[in-house]
Every structure is written in C-alpha cells, then in structure tokens.
C-alpha cells in the first residue's frame, strides 16, 4: 500500500499533496515542502506527530 498526504488532510489552505511507498519517503517529502513553504512551522516532535496523524494508506 502507498502513502498519502495533503496540506489540507492537516487543516491548512494549500494545494499541496503527495504520495509515496513509504511513510518514511512520505516524510521526507513533507519536511521539503514545510521548509520551503510553509517556513513558519516549526518541526519539532510534537509538530511531527501532529503531521503524521493524517496520513492515509491507499
């Protein structure tokens, strides 16, 4: 099974999305996007946790 995410899956206004084989690949893919634009999110553990809680098997 693959994995999927979407800013809006985590409640925000943007159009992003991705999906991958791994959750580890899919959170590599995430933390891109989250430095590059969403700058104001910190990526601490509990941010981490938060972001992963949404993730879907598909």
């Not at 159009?15 to 791994?22: C, L, V």
Request: hydrophobic share 30%; glycine share 4%; net charge negative.
């Amino acid at each position: 099974m693959t994995k999927s995410i979407s800013c809006a899956d985590a409640g925000k206004d943007c159009g992003w999305s991705e999906t991958t084989q791994t959750e580890e690949q899919l959170m590599t893919k995430v933390t891109e996007h989250v430095k590059q634009d969403h700058k104001e999110i910190e990526l601490t553990p509990e941010n981490i946790a938060s972001i992963k809680s949404p993730i879907k098997e598909i």
